[in-house]
């Protein structure tokens, strides 16, 4: 079993920072990928920022020069700085990964969501 625990989530006013968690456990042989997504009332899920093998990112337009993805060399985690929160970023963040198990099954895994406000 793989598990994705998000947390850091919460309410901030506009202007402020936010950093989320992600940590991924159980049997896990590798990671190829690791992103944020997140799904605001009414809309679709989007892509936030990812982190793929290798050191590469990428961001959406929206929150390029505000966010930073990071993952520690030897740490099945990912981070997401947010800074100059706007109202328009309140979502449900979820974290997301690309991953191979011990059992060399590969699989992509939803974390549970962390609840991100930004109103004053």
């Known amino acids: 079993q793989v598990q994705l625990v998000e947390s850091g989530g919460g309410l901030v006013q506009p202007g402020g920072s936010l950093r989320l968690s992600c940590a991924a456990s159980?049997?896990?042989?590798?990671?190829?990928?690791m992103g944020w997504y997140r799904q605001a009332p009414g809309k679709q899920r989007e892509l936030v920022a990812g982190f793929a093998s290798g050191g590469r990112t990428n961001y959406a337009d929206s929150v390029k020069g505000r966010f930073t993805i990071s993952r520690p060399n030897t740490k099945n985690t990912v981070f997401l700085q947010m800074n100059s929160l706007k109202p328009e970023d309140t979502a449900v963040y979820y974290c997301?990964?690309?991953?191979?198990?011990?059992?060399?099954?590969?699989?992509?895994?939803w974390g549970q969501g962390t609840q991100v406000t930004v109103s004053s």
């Open positions: 997301n990964a690309d991953i191979t198990t011990i059992g060399n099954r590969k699989w992509n895994y």
């Open positions: 159980g049997s896990i042989f590798s990671i190829d990928y």
